[in-house]
């Protein structure tokens, strides 16, 4: 059972643009909400992450927008530009857990 | 401030034979620990985690097997190396308390 579906797997944006990418999730047990971005050939690096008693909460450029009641949330890049061209995962987890849940990944590429 | 370290950073193997990749933590203590793989182009396999020394929970039933002889190093091996072993080999780890995890620079490993 897949327990988080990130869309688009895929996503081409031209220079100042805005990238949306979206995650849905079953669980209403989670109450943790990371965005991963990864470069190739590199780790995966903390992006910004949120809890469900923000709606919204912003860092630079990048956004993530949570709707508890509708059990998704997704991350916005205003002004995308080249070097924000990685793969992006979402994730979930449970309060005090151990365990990150990963959606599958978008990979994102911001055309000059 | 925390690093973490994984080595060797690439790895060329033949099938059949055996396996051992490092990780270890520095700037913390009493960790969780994390081994996750990546086939290319695709998203984060959770393999083994632990919450202590010798404490070690398998996600994946596989010829892989992990091991955490001291706090802050966590040790991924197999015996016969597969064909389909091949892939980013990634370790992280978190604080005790927070659901932040946090990865290394990941080990190319391929079985030829």
């Known amino acids: 059972q897949q327990q988080v579906k990130q869309s688009p797997q895929s996503l081409i944006v031209q220079k100042g643009g805005i990238s949306i990418i979206n995650c849905a999730y079953e669980?209403?047990?989670?109450?943790?909400f990371p965005w991963y971005q990864q470069f190739p050939g590199k780790g995966p690096a903390l992006l910004i992450a949120i809890r469900p008693d923000v709606s919204e909460k912003k860092e630079g450029r990048f956004t993530i927008s949570f709707n508890k009641s509708a059990k998704q949330f997704s991350l916005h890049i205003m002004d995308s530009q080249p070097g924000d061209s990685a793969t992006y995962f979402c994730?979930?987890?449970?309060?005090?857990?151990?365990?990150?849940?990963f959606g599958g990944g978008t990979r994102v590429l911001v055309k000059p | 401030s925390q690093t973490i370290h994984q080595w060797p950073a690439t790895l060329v193997q033949p099938v059949g034979s055996p396996l051992s990749l490092e990780c270890t933590v520095e700037g913390t203590s009493n960790p969780n620990l994390y081994w996750y793989r990546q086939a290319a182009g695709r998203g984060l396999q959770l393999l083994f985690y632990?919450?202590?020394?010798?404490?070690i929970s398998s996600e994946v039933p596989q010829n892989l097997s992990a091991s955490r002889p001291q706090d802050r190093q966590f040790i991924l091996s197999s015996k016969k190396l597969l064909l389909s072993d091949s892939g980013f080999y990634l370790c992280?780890?978190?604080?005790?308390?927070?659901?932040?995890?946090?990865f290394g620079p990941g080990t190319r490993l391929t079985v030829l």
């Open positions: 992280a780890w978190k604080p005790g308390d927070f659901n932040t995890q946090y």
């Open positions: 632990s919450v202590g020394i010798g404490q």
């Open positions: 994730a979930v987890s449970k309060a005090a857990g151990n365990k990150l849940t």
């Open positions: 669980n209403t047990a989670f109450d943790y």
